[in-house]
Every structure is written in C-alpha cells, then in structure tokens.
C-alpha cells in the first residue's frame, strides 16, 4: 500500500521560508517520479515540482531559483524546499507519486504566505 504524508506547512511572511516533507511508504522515491503539486482556492491542482529516478528536476516558472525539491533515499522521503515565499505561493501543497500509470497523493498541508 502506497502511503505519502506531508508536513511542514504553517503560516509565514513574504520573504520567509519553508521546508515541506514527503514521508513516503509502499515505493521507494529513489526509482519513481516524485512531485509536488499546489493548489490555490479557486484555482487548478497545478505542478511546482518534479524529480525523477534518476535526480534530474523541473520546476514551475513561477518557482524557479525559490524552490528546490530534492529527496533523502535513505529515509525514502522527499522534501521541498521554498524560499522567497510570496503571497501568491498560498495554497495547499500535495506530494505526489507517478508509479507507471498510477498516481499517488497525500493529503496535503497548508501553505499561507501574509504579506
């Protein structure tokens, strides 16, 4: 059974920082597609992040060179790293597994950037 849990999330002003985590059970995140998602109120689940097995990553324009994903295979959990926060990053951020053709996700958590 495949499980993703995030924390991490809370309440921070522009400018502040963030680190979201991925506990990850059921897949190793070393050999799968690993994301992060966001989704605003009233807007569409939209992809922020990506890594790949093999490490390579891809970023949404609106994050480039605020955010890095990244992955600690021994604890088979990914991370999130966001910095630069501003208002607009406000949402709830879900991690997501792309396994063949399933999709995996976790419950999400809150992500509030006050200006």
């Known amino acids: 059974q495949v499980q993703l849990k995030e924390s991490g999330g809370g309440l921070v002003q522009a400018g502040g920082s963030l680190r979201l985590s991925c506990a990850v059970s059921?897949?190793?995140?070393?050999?799968?597609?690993m994301n992060w998602y966001r989704q605003a109120p009233g807007k569409q689940r939209e992809l922020v992040a990506a890594i790949a097995g093999g490490g390579s990553t891809n970023y949404a324009d609106s994050v480039k060179g605020r955010f890095t994903i990244s992955r600690d295979n021994a604890k088979n959990a990914v991370y999130l790293q966001m910095n630069a926060l501003r208002p607009e990053d406000t949402a709830v951020y879900y991690c997501n597994a792309h396994v063949s053709i399933t999709l995996y996700w976790g419950q999400g958590t809150q992500v509030t950037i006050s200006s």
């Open positions: 059921g897949i190793n995140v070393s050999n799968n597609f």
